[in-house]
């Protein structure tokens, strides 16, 4: 199961960070072996897909309004997917899931269907 947190309201320029925690004995589930993704939903909006990172080298990647301002990581030894995001801005305000797919090379942000398993959302709220 993948289990994020970390959410909450800030304030337009602040900092948060979620963790993404990931449990189970069966692969892919183990996030040292598994592509890890964030994504969010804003209210009336469609899923889109915000940082990923590959489990062969962990090379990420960035949705582009998001790139320079959050950083996704992972510590394996401690099976969590991490999301540090800075200078937040109410357009960031969302939902926010980790998502874990197989596979050594991350998939696109833009292909969320890809992503087999997901945990329940952590809300964000940017207020300006």
């Known amino acids: 199961q993948l289990q994020a947190s970390g959410g909450g309201l800030v304030q337009a320029g602040d900092s948060l960070g979620l963790s993404c925690a990931v449990s189970g004995r069966t692969k892919p589930l183990d996030a040292p072996s598994s592509c890890m993704g964030w994504f969010r939903q804003a209210p009336g909006k469609e899923r889109e897909g915000v940082a990923s990172?590959?489990?062969?080298?962990?090379?990420?990647s960035y949705e582009r309004s998001v790139k320079g301002r959050f950083t996704i990581s992972r510590d394996n030894a401690k099976n969590t997917v991490y999301l540090q995001m800075s200078d937040l801005t109410p357009e960031d305000t969302a939902i926010y899931y980790c998502?874990?797919?197989?596979?050594?090379?991350?998939?696109?942000?833009?292909?969320?269907?890809?992503?087999?398993?997901w945990g329940q959302g952590t809300l964000v709220t940017v207020s300006s």
């Open positions: 998502a874990a797919a197989p596979g050594l090379v991350a998939p696109p942000l833009t292909l969320p269907s890809v992503y087999n398993t």
């Open positions: 990172s590959s489990a062969s080298d962990g090379s990420t």
